[in-house]
Nanobody, 126 residues
Framework: QVQLVESGGGSVQAGGSLRLSCAAS????????MAWFRQAPGNEREGVAS???????NVGDSVKGRFTISRDNAENTLYLQMNSLEPEDTAIYYC????????????????????WGQGTQVTVSS
């Protein structure tokens, strides 16, 4: 049974940093794509960043230069290093994964992922 579990969320002042982790279990092989999404109340779920098994990344425009996605394939763990956090980054952050290949323009679309974590709250205060 496939499961994703996020950790590392919390509250931080603007300009601070957080590192999120997502542990994947139940996969026979490391999932082809893993990604971070976020959602604030009343807003659509937004793609933050994705990373393929070979290391290729796709990063959303709103976080480029501030967030870095990485993965440890041997440990089946996904990371999101978030620097220079802004109040606009406040949201519930979700880990997602799929074993299927997805064309790069669609890798930040939530509908292309079939496994989701429970989410972790990130709050950035001004």
């Amino acid at each position: 049974q496939v499961q994703l579990v996020e950790s590392g969320g919390g509250s931080v002042q603007a300009g601070g940093s957080l590192r999120l982790s997502c542990a994947a279990s139940g996969y026979a092989n490391s999932p082809y794509l893993m990604a971070w999404f976020r959602q604030a109340p009343g807003n659509e779920r937004e793609g933050v960043a994705s990373i393929a098994r070979d290391g290729h990344t796709n990063v959303g425009d709103s976080v480029k230069g501030r967030f870095t996605i990485s993965r440890d394939n041997a440990e089946n763990t996904l990371y999101l290093q978030m620097n220079s956090l802004e109040p606009e980054d406040t949201a519930i952050y979700y880990c997602a994964a799929t074993a299927s290949w997805i064309d790069w323009p669609k890798r930040l679309s939530p509908g292309n992922y079939n496994t989701w974590g429970q989410g972790t709250q990130v709050t950035v205060s001004s």
